[in-house]
């Protein structure tokens, strides 16, 4: 059974910095596409960033330049290095990964602008989850 854990969601002043974690299980990263996404209170779930089977990354506008999205294959893991952090990140950080590509799947950097009726689609298996607040 394939599943994802995540930590290092916590508290922290704006301007301050965070890594997530993703320890994946029954997974191995660098197969296929991985991601982070985010879902503040009332808002749509948004993707934040990806990374491709190659290595390639793609991150959304309002992230670009303060996080990086990688992965330690031999720790299984995927990590988010989040680097100046405002309020407007707070949010619930999920870790997802795509386990078998579908006849029909889109490149790894269309899951950013993904709904999330396409996103659980093609990216089978998510994290439950990890609280990541900014304070001003």
């Known amino acids: 059974q394939v599943q994802l854990v995540e930590s290092g969601g916590g508290s922290v002043q704006s301007g301050g910095s965070l890594r997530l974690a993703c320890v994946g299980s029954g997974y191995t990263y660098g197969s296929y596409c991985a991601a982070w996404f985010r879902q503040a209170p009332g808002k749509e779930r948004e993707g934040v960033a990806v990374i491709d089977s190659d290595g390639s990354t793609n991150y959304a506008d309002s992230v670009k330049g303060r996080f990086t999205i990688s992965q330690d294959n031999a720790k299984n893991t995927l990590y988010l290095q989040m680097n100046s952090l405002t309020p407007e990140d707070t949010a619930t950080y999920y870790c997802?990964?795509?386990?078998?590509?579908?006849?029909?799947?889109?490149?790894?950097?269309?899951?950013?602008?993904?709904?999330?009726?396409?996103?659980?689609?093609?990216?089978?298996?998510w994290g439950q989850g990890t609280l990541v607040t900014v304070s001003s």
């Open positions: 997802a990964a795509d386990v078998f590509l579908d006849s029909d799947q889109p490149p790894c950097a269309e899951m950013l602008v993904a709904t999330t009726e396409e996103a659980t689609k093609y990216l089978e298996v």
